[in-house]
């Protein structure tokens, strides 16, 4: 086989006296998709870190071209020719495409930006990749795929001959994927070397060449990426995962209504949603992203405003538009995005558990210190929620235990009527099965859960009944038991066409 | 992002590293006791009891204007309008007592009320008319002050009885200080014991994150800015109090003076961060330079250079500290 372009001989690395990475070793050839596989906090972007140069290891070795070399910064792995396209995009949105792709490098004349090269140089950085795009066009309006493309023609502008992607696919939509790996697969026949990061199994055998599976720190096997996906996530925890999708239908008692949702529509998004969910059930709202899902979701939490029909919990309606009458009705929303809109990432576990429960429990406006923490503490435990302390910012915990505490903070409320919007996007395995428990444990209490999930093994494998969306309405209702994932997206994209025609009309009447 | 690194625990270690971690900490006070053993060993006249005195009283002021803008930063907004919302409530309670010939102790409520209504209406302007803080605030800053002058017609009117007694002594005590220390203990208590205070934290440290919580953003950003207005008012009484009457002009451009203060003590303009004692020192450290160049006889034209350079090595040196510290 080739020189790799780039390979970390047993490389380790501390933070204090925490050992992140120990003895670990990764060949990137050229011309091959190298998989890192791990569970959130085996060690990847620390990985990754040291092949950008972002953190330098304390043992072993770095070679590029078979030489031994140091990146002391990202500048001199760029000079080597090794570029990471991250998660968050490194792009200026309210900037040109040309602009972007030319930034910190723009092509000057008589001091002056020379802006017929810097178009042509990003179309031909586009080119390289085969994207067809408008140069002028400002980056911010492009989706996140587009972007994603624009981010790799740019390292490619750059002489680029390895990119390291991290979970490139994960805002991405089926039909983006696909986009994606086509590029992969060109630039792999053209010779660059690539790192790929990602939680979704099915996508290692579509793209990857060889797989390596890190567990705590420490290198477990490498293996080709054609192996089964039973086998990588027995490698990857370190056990048997018998069952990933461990529904149990527990709850025995008066399937009372809890959640009734009526001729539900908001403006351009939803038209006219009607279900209910029971106690102990789980409902799940499958569909495309644009289907009207998370919409749907934001009205009954009182997010966002809805034009008509109406929400009621145990047959008592809730008011438009507000969160606090709807959490006192026993609703909790685990939104779809934590980061964003689910944690204060900067404050405490121990507060952020809280949020919910601060006033309710407080007498005369004065915080109950001392009760809300160690029920804070209390959840937390139930919850396994994995923490120095409760005084920890919650920015600094793993995915999995960041949507830990999400959850938690609506355990403490008692919420009965759970809003799960992808509850498991950007969670690794093990915290997947522990969120499913919990799910479990919630419906064997006698709530209800509405689920959100773009995942269809997920749907299929903690739903108990599925509600299709398509084109801001339900276009079918699915048993689980019986339903398969063919059934699934044959509902999702019914008349996805008609639908937009029929609603941009009654937006034009 | 810098406020997820704000350390968390204190680790236990060696004397060394425990007293590191405490200057790391804690860089704005241990400027200030830098700050003042230097002047105690520059001037004798620096560590006396009446300077100290008079630095407690010149503090008060802007420490006071600076607790109720704490507020409005933590909750991630901005209050551009405090000095002048000072010298409306001032003039306002004035106004009540000399011309409306209200009773004093009613024209010193009155004052604060005055205060507080301008901040509220500010805080609905950003609440509910969407509009950015710092232009919201800006309008009043503009409008407070504009009415100051529709009422005083220009001139000094007197202040009631009542106020001047905030401005006054009781035995050996200047007022002034003693409302600083009831004002921060106040202040504190709210931002850290009560739910609306813990809600300010929520709210500057992600808006959508505490409203899909169930936190009332809005109530809460009214509520941070009628506070703001209160405090505002507090200062301006206390500074008509000192000189018995309420000065058109008064408090022009202590804004930034209150903004330098919270900063120094190590709020985070961006919200979620900040304490009271951390502003409490700040204003001390902006006060304790002037005096300091004053008893050295350094000119007011230089004061001003040494203050801008003192903000932004303050501010530069905690955004550092806050990178590398994790």
Do not use: C
């Not at chain 1, 569970?39 to 092949?51: F, P």
């Not at chain 2, 703001?228 to 002009?249: E, K, M, N, T, V």
């Amino acid at each position: 086989m080739s020189t790799p372009i780039l390979s970390l001989e047993r490389v380790t690395k501390s933070f204090g006296s925490v050992t992140v990475i120990d003895g670990v070793s990764v060949d990137v050839h050229p011309g091959r998709v190298q998989v890192l596989l791990g569970e959130n906090g085996a060690g990847k972007s620390t990985l990754i870190k040291m092949m950008a140069g972002v953190y330098q290891p304390d043992g072993g070795r770095i070679l590029v071209d078979g030489r031994d070399v140091t990146l002391p910064d990202t500048k001199a792995s760029e000079a080597l020719g090794i570029a990471t396209i991250h998660q968050e995009l490194n792009l200026v949105g309210s900037m040109s495409i040309a602009e972007n792709i030319s930034l910190g490098r723009l092509p000057k004349r008589f001091g002056l930006v020379d802006r017929r090269r810097m178009k042509e140089n990003a179309r031909a950085a586009l080119a390289l990749i085969g994207l067809d795009l408008d140069v002028d066009q400002h980056v911010g309006e492009l989706g996140i795929a587009r972007q994603q493309l624009v981010e790799i023609a740019k390292a490619l502008s750059m002489d680029a001959r390895m990119l390291i992607l991290d979970e490139p696919t994960a805002a991405l939509t089926k039909r983006e994927i696909a986009a994606l790996f086509g590029v992969v697969d060109d630039l792999r026949a053209r010779g660059v070397g690539m790192v790929f990061i990602s939680h979704h199994l099915d996508e290692i055998a579509a793209i990857g060449d060889s797989v390596s599976v890190l567990r705590d720190g420490t290198f477990i096997a490498e293996v080709p990426a054609t192996t089964d996906e039973d086998e990588l996530v027995r490698l990857m925890v370190g056990r048997d995962i018998a069952q990933q999708f461990p529904r149990r239908r527990e709850f025995d008692g008066a399937p009372e209504t809890l959640l009734s949702v009526r001729n539900l529509s908001t403006k351009g998004m939803v038209n006219d949603v009607s279900f209910e969910v029971h106690a102990g059930e789980v409902v799940a709202l499958a569909g495309l992203v644009g289907a009207g899902r998370t919409e749907v979701v934001r009205a009954i939490a009182g997010v966002d405003p809805y034009l008509t029909g109406s929400v009621a919990v145990r047959g008592r309606e809730l008011p438009r538009l507000d969160v606090g009458a709807a959490i006192r009705a026993g609703v909790g929303h685990v939104p779809e995005d934590r980061k964003v809109q689910g944690l204060v990432l900067g404050a405490s576990v121990n507060d952020n558990i809280g949020y919910a429960t601060l006033a309710s429990t407080a007498k005369a406006g004065v915080v109950d210190f001392a009760g809300q923490r160690a029920r804070a503490q209390g959840v937390a435990d139930t919850l396994r929620i994995r923490m120095r302390d409760l005084d920890q910012p919650v920015g600094s915990l793993s995915g999995g235990n960041q949507q830990k505490a999400v959850f938690a903070r609506w355990i403490l409320a008692e919420s009965s009527v759970l809003l799960l919007d992808e509850p498991t996007r950007g969670v690794d395995v093990g915290a997947k099965v522990e969120i499913y428990e919990l799910i479990n444990a919630i419906t064997a209490a006698g709530g209800a859960v509405v689920m959100v999930s773009s995942e269809l093994p997920e749907v299929l494998g903690m739903a108990d009944r599925i509600l299709v969306m398509s084109g801001g309405h339900i276009s079918g209702e699915l048993d689980a038991t019986t339903a398969t994932q063919d059934a699934v997206m044959s509902l999702a994209v019914r008349d996805v066409q008609r639908d937009l025609e029929d609603q941009q009309m009654k937006d034009e009447a | 992002m810098s406020i997820a690194s704000r350390p968390a625990v204190r680790k236990p270690g060696t004397g060394a590293t425990r007293v590191r971690t405490f200057v790391a900490e804690n860089g704005a006070l241990v400027g200030l006791v830098v700050l003042g053993l230097a002047l105690f060993i520059a001037t004798p006249d620096f560590l006396t009891g009446p300077n100290l005195l008079n630095i407690g009283i010149q503090a008060s002021v802007i420490a006071v204007l600076a607790f109720g803008l704490t507020f409005v930063i933590v909750a991630g907004g901005i209050d551009l309008s405090v000095g002048s919302v000072a010298a409306l409530s001032a003039m306002g309670s004035a106004y009540m007592f000399s011309t409306a010939a209200l009773p004093g102790w009613l024209a010193l409520i009155g004052g604060l009320l005055v205060g507080t209504l301008a901040g509220a209406v500010s805080g609905f302007a950003v609440a509910f008319g969407r509009l950015p803080s710092f232009i919201a605030t800006l309008a009043m800053l503009s409008v407070a002050r504009g009415l100051t002058l529709v009422l005083s017609d220009g001139r000094p009117i007197a202040t009631a009885p009542a106020v001047s007694f905030l401005g006054g002594n009781v035995g050996p005590v200047p007022m002034p200080i003693v409302i600083l220390v009831i004002a921060g203990i106040v202040a504190a208590l709210i931002l850290n014991y009560t739910v609306i205070g813990r809600y300010m934290y929520a709210v500057g440290g992600n808006t959508e994150a505490a409203r899909l919580s169930g936190i009332p953003v809005r109530r809460v950003l009214v509520t941070v800015f009628a506070l703001s207005g209160l405090f505002a008012a507090l200062a301006g009484l206390l500074l008509s109090g000192r000189l018995d009457s309420a000065q058109p002009q008064a408090a022009a451009g202590y804004e930034l003076d209150a903004i330098a203060a919270v900063v120094i003590g190590g709020a985070s303009l961006a919200g979620g961060i900040g304490r009271i004692s951390g502003t409490l020192i700040g204003a001390l450290v902006l006060v304790v330079i002037r005096n300091g160049l004053n008893l050295l006889n350094v000119s007011s034209f230089w004061q001003q250079v040494v203050i801008g350079v003192v903000i932004a090595l303050a501010v530069g040196i905690d955004s550092l500290r806050r990178k590398t510290g994790h």
